[in-house]
């Protein structure tokens, strides 16, 4: 089964700085997908950002991209210019296309920001 | 806008009782899950189902069961709910579609407390 490791389990930020959450994965396929979902506190998980495994060019929405590197199976967020909303847990998850799209989620990383 | 609602936000039981949690989207999507969130561990897939009727077993299906008798429903049911089953519990859906990226969509989770 595939894996998603989220080696950071809590990060900080100050406001209006730029932090990066990492996540790495393995797996044998060459076709897949990767999503950060973010949970705030008591809060729905909302999608933040998608990539296609074949696509070159990294994802961007706004104050978020990734930086994917197909290679090393590294997938991590960087969030720029942080705001007291964006404090959250946040969560690295890979779909297949092959197994009725199922999710495959890592342990998560808590993100504070002090303002 | 995806619209994914659950039965109830919190709810506590006895142990040896039944518990039904339900979960209803509202975008025609084909797949639903049925996820447990424990601190640290991030979330696990507990059953999923992609078409009325049918389901599969996810990575902790042990102690749980599921139905799906309309595409929008998905429950999830405790036979007989035991301390170890405290936790939050989270629904989701996705469109089949091939070829896309079909995130999952999020309920606003039930955190069940046994008692």
């Known amino acids: 089964a595939q894996t998603v490791t989220q080696s950071q389990p809590e990060m900080s930020v100050q406001e209006a700085e730029t932090v990066t959450l990492s996540c790495t994965y393995d797996t044998s396929e060459s076709d897949y997908y990767l999503f950060w979902y973010k949970q705030p506190p008591s809060r729905q998980m909302i999608l933040v950002i998608r990539?296609?495994?074949?696509?070159?060019q990294n994802a961007t929405e706004n104050r978020f991209s990734v930086n994917f590197q197909k290679a090393a199976k590294s997938f991590s967020l960087k969030i720029s210019d942080s705001q007291l909303g964006d404090a959250a847990m946040y969560f690295c998850a890979y779909r297949t296309p092959f197994t009725g799209n199922q999710f495959y989620f890592g342990t998560g990383t808590s993100l504070t920001v002090i303002p | 806008d995806v619209k994914v609602t659950q039965s109830s936000r919190y709810l506590v039981k006895r142990t040896g009782e039944k518990v039904f949690l339900e979960c209803v989207q509202d975008m025609d999507h084909e797949n639903m899950f049925w996820y447990r969130q424990d601190p640290g561990l991030g979330l696990r897939l507990i059953y999923f189902s992609y078409d009325v009727k049918m389901k599969e077993k996810g990575d902790i299906p042990e102690g749980y069961s599921v139905s799906r008798e309309k595409k929008e429903r998905f429950s999830l049911i405790l036979e007989s709910a035991s301390t170890n089953q405290t936790s939050m519990y989270l629904c989701?859906?996705?469109?089949?579609?091939?070829?896309?990226?079909?995130?999952?969509?999020f309920g606003p989770g039930t955190r069940l407390t046994v008692l």
């Open positions: 989701a859906s996705g469109s089949q579609t091939g070829g896309s990226y079909n995130e999952q969509f």
């Open positions: 990539q296609e495994a074949y696509k070159q």
